[in-house]
C-alpha cells in the first residue's frame, strides 16, 4: 500500500487474521470452574479454539510449548506460580504468546506488576463473553486490548508517586525517536487504536502499524501499554 514493512512476530506462531485459522488460547487458573466457564465462552466462536489447561503458573511454559497457543488467559493468584512470574516466564519464550491476566479486581495491584512483565492487558473475571471474545482476537492480532479509559487509568496508577530516574530515563529513550515516531507514541499513550490514530493523524492504518512495530523495537516494549507508560513517564501526556 504505501511501502510500509510489516508488524513483527509477536505473537507464537502468528500470522495474518485471514491465514492463520482459529487463535489458540491456553487457559491458566487454578480455580477449575472458572477454566470451565472460559473454555464454554471461548466455544461460542467459530474463530477461538482452547488447546490446552493448566492449573498452576508453573506450568505455563512446559503447556506453551507443548500446544504453541497464540493467547494465554492467565489469572494473577494461583497458590504455586502467580501469573506475573508465569507471565514474565512464558514471554520470554523464543515464540512468545501474547498474555492477558484474569483479576477479580478492577485496580488489582498485581495485574500492574504482570503488565510489566509483558502481559497485553487485563480483563475482569466477570467480563462479558462478548468483551472476553474480543480481546482474545484483539491480542492476537499483536495488539493491547485495553480500552483507553481503561489506559488512563493505568498509566495514572503508574504515575503515582513519580521517581526522578524513571521520567529521565523515559526522556532519554524519547529523544531518540522522529517526530512522527514521538506523535504516534502520543497517541498510544492516550489509548487510541491503530484505526484512530490513522485518523487522527492522516496516516494510513498500515503506517501506523509499522510505527508501532519501530517503537515497540526501539523504545525496549514489551506492548503498546508499556509504550503509554513511557510517554506519561517522560511527561508527553
Known sequence: MNGAPPEPDLVAGSAPPEARGPVRVLLVDDDPLVRAALRMILATAADVVVVGEAADGGDVVAAANAHRPDVVL??????????????????????????????????????????????????????????ILQAVRTVA?????????????????????????RRTDAMRRLDGLSEREREVATEVGHGLSNAEIAAKLYMSE????????????????????????????????
Open 74 to 131: 492467565m489469572d494473577v493468584r494461583m497458590p504455586g506460580v502467580d501469573g506475573i512470574a508465569a507471565t514474565e516466564r512464558v514471554r520470554a519464550l523464543p515464540r512468545p504468546p501474547q498474555v492477558i491476566v484474569l483479576t477479580t479486581f478492577h485496580l488489582d495491584d498485581y495485574v500492574f506488576a504482570a503488565l510489566r512483565a509483558g502481559a497485553s492487558g487485563f480483563l475482569l473475571k466477570d467480563s462479558p463473553p462478548t468483551e
Open 141 to 165: 492480532d499483536g495488539a493491547a486490548m485495553l480500552s483507553p479509559a481503561v489506559t488512563r487509568t493505568l498509566i495514572e496508577r503508574f504515575a503515582d508517586n513519580p521517581v526522578d530516574t
Open 206 to 237: 498500515a503506517t501506523v502499524k509499522a510505527h508501532v512495530s519501530r517503537l515497540l523495537t526501539r523504545l525496549g516494549a514489551a506492548n503498546r501499554v508499556q509504550i503509554a507508560i513511557l510517554v506519561h513517564n517522560a511527561g508527553a501526556i
